[in-house]
């Protein structure tokens, strides 16, 4: 898988997404790290961590308001040099401590390359106008910190690529042995009764009782008038 690739891009960070919520579950401790692993981690930290450190210095050293051009791009790189000093100097350390606590996790592993990416995209432009503007010794001091990130962040890159194929197939392991356990349950037997039940008698109605017919007495004949 090519980071450089729009499409492998997207495939990490939807991969990222979907097993991001397994790794940081409650109670999930993970699979052991290996040996190797731990190392190439420790050498892409202890690489980053010098190449912060000499970036911080270098971007401390620049004169900005003796450059030879306009206010304006004066105070966009001086702001630009205040946000990458901020960043190495609280973001970067606190990311990068969440990844040593745990080292093969993915999200937090695409967390650092994201960092780095914007801080070589900044960095870049305060490179280019330290070599318009600046001096030549802070220009190639400058250039090589940005090189010393740019090699992190491949370097980084690379790793979080190898772990999304890893994570890639154990997902893939996972779900072939859900298939086998699904096909190892017996299904179900549903028994169907065909007899015919005896038909029901019903019973037969009773004719009501006919009414019997009233008579009224005939009225009695009234007393002759004197």
């Known amino acids: 898988m090519n980071l450089t690739s729009p499409a492998a891009f ?12 397994a790794q940081n579950a409650p109670g999930n401790s993970g699979a052991p790290v290996s040996y ?13 961590n010098q190449a912060s450190q000499s970036t911080q210095n270098d971007l401390s050293r620049l004169r900005i308001e003796k450059w030879k ?11 630009d040099t205040e946000s990458i000093i901020k960043n190495l100097q609280n973001a970067l350390p606190a990311i990068l401590t969440q990844l040593q606590n745990s080292p093969e996790n993915l999200a937090v592993t695409f967390k650092t390359y994201r960092n780095l990416d914007a801080l070589y995209d900044v960095l870049s432009s305060v ?14 001091a400058l250039n090589n910190d940005l090189n010393a990130i740019d090699n992190s962040r491949h370097a980084v890159a690379d790793r979080m690529d ?14 072939s042995a859900l298939q086998e356990a699904r096909a190892a349950i017996p299904p179900k037997k549903t028994v169907v009764d065909d007899t015919e039940p005896a ?28």
């Open 199 to 226: 038909p029901k008698k019903t019973p037969a109605r009773k004719k009501p009782a006919p009414k019997a017919k009233t008579t009224q007495p005939a009225p009695a004949n009234a007393p002759p008038t004197q």
């Open 127 to 140: 490179v280019e106008s330290a070599g318009a503007f600046g001096g030549k010794e802070e220009f190639q």
């Open 10 to 21: 997207c495939g990490v960070v939807l991969l990222t997404a979907s097993i991001s919520f």
């Open 162 to 175: 190898k772990l999304a194929n890893t994570k890639e197939n154990e997902i893939g392991q996972l779900r």
């Open 36 to 48: 190797s692993s731990i190392s190439e981690l420790n050498q892409i930290l202890g690489s980053l």
């Open 69 to 79: 051009t306009d206010g304006n791009t004066k105070r966009q790189t001086q702001s």
